[in-house]
């Protein structure tokens, strides 16, 4: 007779450091969804993996058993003509790169069903900023998400009860246990999405910084190195580019103020450069993963175009109309993005130059503001936030403000006013010329995926 290991008693083992063997581990998920693992125990098996990690073995065993624990998509018959491409960001401040890329990557001739999360800590989510669209269907169906991805060439929805319904659990208790910074449990909630939505290729933003999951390089790189790893023993095509996260992405942060920042970039209203370099780094990685460019420069190419001709922002229209958001949108953001009532110009103590920013900081503030989570349940405010935000090197003065705060309340306001001020140091001279936000790119050689994450 066989005696079943209770989840209690494979939390312990891994307490204690054992390895866990496939099946084990594909019992817990299977208690994850169908709820025999209380979010007690989810929360202390979340843990116990932060404190002890797992091999790569055990963080695929995890990886594929959170992704059959829903539908896994297969495109192979839905002759879409195309390549079905992904891009995932580990989560930074003023990211909204997702909401550019894919209808970027759709239009140069791929294909690109994004399963995106929610904000988790100080870093927004890119499932949030679509949130804040009125009518934007966030968790459709299966069949719609699909159409939609035959429409637009990309859809951007977050989990439902049928992809990686594991996850969607196990992600919303990480995002208020501080075990949001495990590197086995990013890699598997990460790759499980993916791999359920049927990709051909994937390339991942690992963001670098205060503003980051991961604050080093050195944590960064053995991310990078885990998710290359273990997206290789499930097969997965995978190349990792490492960006800076010590401020902002854009010049906003919020959902639906990044939101508009995502459709001027688009429309060539405005375009940050750094976002603007991020973006078409990870969109021609994606163009030749996909076979779509045969060439860096030639995928670099093919990425302004899509922009220059308004290729990319037509895609971009499509996508929002097909889950069910304003037609109209790109046309008038104003009229259907929310906007808040309070807007506060944030002056600094003194004139001078931005030295540094706590992109950390910056994030909490915007949580504390309503713009994301404290507890799983909140509610997020999509029209609080900061615009204009400088960044080092920029000058500021009473005439140039740090940033403006869109909050509910002067109160609300004036408290977050004076948290940046203390986020942002200035000085008399502008800190060194900082280099490209792209700091690396990592595709781990074939035979490297044993060891530990």
């Given at each position: 007779?066989?005696?079943?290991?209770?989840?209690g008693?494979?939390?312990?083992?891994?307490?204690?450091?054992?390895?866990?063997?496939?099946?084990?581990?594909?019992?817990l998920?299977?208690?994850?969804?169908?709820?025999?693992?209380?979010?007690?125990?989810?929360?202390?098996?979340?843990?116990?993996?932060?404190?002890?990690?797992?091999?790569?073995?055990?963080?695929?065993?995890?990886?594929?058993?959170?992704?059959?624990s829903?539908?896994?998509?297969?495109?192979?018959?839905?002759?879409?003509?195309?390549?079905?491409?992904d891009?995932?960001?580990t989560?930074?401040?003023?990211?909204?790169?997702?909401?550019?890329?894919?209808?970027?990557?759709?239009?140069?001739?791929?294909?690109?069903?994004?399963?995106?999360?929610r904000?988790?800590?100080h870093?927004?989510?890119?499932?949030?900023?679509l949130?804040?669209?009125?009518?934007?269907?966030?968790?459709?169906?299966?069949?719609?998400?699909?159409?939609?991805?035959?429409?637009?060439?990309?859809?951007?929805?977050?989990?439902?009860?049928?992809?990686?319904?594991?996850d969607?659990r196990?992600y919303?208790?990480?995002?208020?246990?501080?075990?949001?910074?495990?590197?086995?449990?990013?890699?598997?909630?990460?790759?499980?999405?993916?791999?359920?939505?049927g990709?051909?290729?994937?390339?991942?933003?690992?963001?670098?910084?205060?503003?980051?999951?991961?604050?080093?390089?050195?944590?960064?790189?053995?991310?990078a190195e885990?998710?290359?790893?273990v997206?290789?023993i499930?097969?997965?095509?995978?190349?990792?580019l490492?960006t800076?996260?010590?401020?902002?992405?854009?010049?906003?942060?919020?959902?639906?103020?990044?939101?508009r920042e995502a459709?001027?970039?688009?429309?060539?209203?405005?375009?940050?450069?750094?976002?603007?370099?991020?973006?078409?780094?990870?969109?021609?990685?994606?163009?030749?993963?996909?076979?779509?460019?045969?060439?860096h420069?030639?995928?670099?190419?093919a990425?302004?175009?899509?922009?220059?001709?308004?290729?990319?922002?037509e895609?971009f229209?499509?996508?929002?109309?097909?889950?069910g958001g304003?037609?109209?949108?790109?046309?008038?953001?104003?009229?259907?993005?929310?906007?808040?009532?309070?807007?506060?110009a944030v002056?600094?103590?003194?004139?001078?130059?931005?030295?540094h920013?706590?992109?950390?900081?910056?994030?909490?503030?915007?949580?504390?503001?309503?713009?994301?989570?404290?507890?799983?349940?909140?509610?997020?405010?999509?029209?609080?936030?900061?615009?204009?935000?400088?960044?080092?090197?920029?000058?500021?003065?009473?005439e140039?403000?740090i940033?403006v705060?869109?909050?509910r309340?002067?109160?609300?306001?004036?408290?977050?006013?004076?948290t940046?001020?203390?986020?942002?140091?200035?000085?008399?001279?502008?800190?060194?010329a900082?280099?490209?936000?792209?700091?690396?790119?990592?595709?781990?050689?074939?035979?490297?995926?044993?060891?530990?994450?």
């Amino acid at each position: 007779m066989t005696t079943r290991v209770t989840p209690g008693e494979l939390i312990r083992r891994k307490r204690d450091g054992a390895i866990l063997t496939e099946a084990e581990i594909a019992g817990l998920v299977a208690g994850i969804v169908d709820g025999a693992m209380s979010d007690a125990q989810i929360a202390a098996f979340a843990m116990a993996v932060c404190f002890r990690g797992m091999t790569r073995e055990e963080c695929a065993a995890l990886t594929l058993a959170m992704t059959r624990s829903g539908t896994v998509i297969d495109w192979s018959t839905a002759d879409l003509g195309g390549p079905i491409l992904d891009k995932h960001s580990t989560g930074g401040v003023g990211d909204n790169v997702s909401l550019i890329l894919a209808p970027v990557v759709a239009a140069c001739g791929g294909f690109v069903p994004m399963i995106s999360g929610r904000g988790l800590g100080h870093t927004g989510g890119t499932l949030d900023k679509l949130g804040s669209i009125p009518g934007y269907d966030t968790v459709p169906d299966l069949a719609r998400f699909q159409r939609a991805v035959r429409a637009a060439g990309c859809a951007i929805v977050g989990q439902t009860a049928e992809l990686a319904p594991a996850d969607g659990r196990l992600y919303a208790i990480r995002d208020v246990t501080a075990t949001a910074d495990s590197i086995p449990l990013i890699t598997a909630s990460i790759l499980s999405k993916k791999l359920a939505a049927g990709l051909d290729a994937l390339v991942m933003d690992v963001k670098v910084g205060s503003g980051a999951l991961t604050t080093s390089i050195e944590t960064a790189t053995l991310l990078a190195e885990s998710l290359l790893a273990v997206a290789e023993i499930t097969g997965l095509r995978t190349v990792a580019l490492l960006t800076d996260m010590t401020r902002a992405l854009g010049h906003d942060v919020g959902n639906a103020l990044e939101t508009r920042e995502a459709i001027d970039f688009l429309t060539g209203r405005r375009r940050d450069v750094r976002l603007h370099a991020v973006t078409a780094a990870l969109a021609a990685e994606l163009l030749v993963l996909g076979g779509l460019a045969g060439d860096h420069v030639e995928a670099a190419a093919a990425v302004e175009r899509s922009l220059a001709s308004g290729a990319a922002a037509e895609r971009f229209a499509r996508m929002v109309a097909a889950l069910g958001g304003p037609a109209d949108l790109v046309e008038r953001p104003d009229r259907h993005l929310a906007q808040a009532p309070v807007r506060l110009a944030v002056v600094p103590d003194r004139a001078g130059v931005v030295t540094h920013v706590d992109a950390r900081a910056v994030g909490l503030l915007v949580v504390r503001l309503g713009g994301g989570r404290e507890r799983a349940e909140d509610d997020v405010d999509p029209a609080v936030g900061l615009s204009d935000v400088r960044g080092p090197g920029d000058a500021v003065s009473a005439e140039r403000p740090i940033a403006v705060v869109h909050a509910r309340s002067e109160a609300d306001a004036e408290s977050a006013a004076a948290t940046l001020r203390r986020a942002v140091k200035i000085g008399d001279e502008p800190p060194a010329a900082a280099g490209s936000p792209v700091l690396r790119r990592i595709d781990v050689p074939r035979g490297r995926s044993r060891g530990s994450v």
